[in-house]
């Protein structure tokens, strides 16, 4: 159970346009402003192409920070990206329901991850960055059970291809690591660092 916060005494930015992440900092009390940091994502996951996740997650994470904190020094500036890889192959949102219907098939009846990385900037430098991850295995779904789940969440923006938070929950047999890490924010961990930082208050 995360910890509620009683106070958020500096300003804060979330960098990202994600529904869930931004839920996932009200649901503990968090007052905070939402700018969306634009960065060109295809063109980074090129660059690192073949580079460690751990590597790619961190990076994504702390340039979505850097270039909302450069317009904004006097807040903490929270960038966040997610990867859902399995063996070496990393699934990318599905660019169509085919894509989607193809990206299940794969991980159904196998163990994947969720790799979670978050970076803080402020006053122009990044003050921390965290990677975590969560292993998933999904059930053996049948072809209609992909299809009406598909229907059910229409999760196309998602990595991975399901809403975690919603019914994608239904779809795994075991989980391992934090489910906050698998919605797109490992919260444990940031919370625990925002107040040691002194932006919040417990």
């Known amino acids: 159970m995360l910890p509620k916060v009683s106070k958020t005494k500096k300003k804060l930015i979330l960098a990202s346009g994600s529904r869930i992440r931004r839920q996932l900092l009200e649901g503990v009390g968090l007052q905070f402003q939402v700018i969306n ?28 920070a850097r270039t909302v904190g ?13 990867m859902c890889t399995i ?25 994947h991850y969720q790799n979670n990385g978050i970076s803080i900037f402020h006053e122009g430098k990044e003050v921390w960055s965290n990677f975590d991850v969560t292993e998933l295995e999904m059930r053996e779904l049948s072809l209609q059970e992909i299809e009406d789940y598909l229907n059910l969440d229409k999760p196309y923006s998602a990595c991975g291809c399901y809403h975690f938070e919603s019914n ?35």
């Open 87 to 111: 063996d070496d192959k990393i699934f990318d949102k599905p660019i169509d329901h085919e894509d989607a219907v193809n990206h299940l098939s794969s991980l159904s009846g196998k163990k």
């Open 37 to 64: 940091s634009n960065v060109d994502e295809d063109l980074l996951k090129k660059e690192l192409h073949g580079r460690p996740f751990e590597e790619q997650v961190i990076r994504l994470a702390s340039e979505k």
């Open 168 to 202: 994608g929950k239904d779809l795994f047999t075991s989980i391992n690591g934090l489910e906050s890490t698998v919605m797109g924010l490992a919260m444990e961990h940031l919370i625990e660092k925002l107040n040691q930082l002194g932006v919040i208050e417990l």
């Open 70 to 82: 450069m317009n904004n020094p006097d807040a903490f500036v929270i960038g966040a990206d997610n």
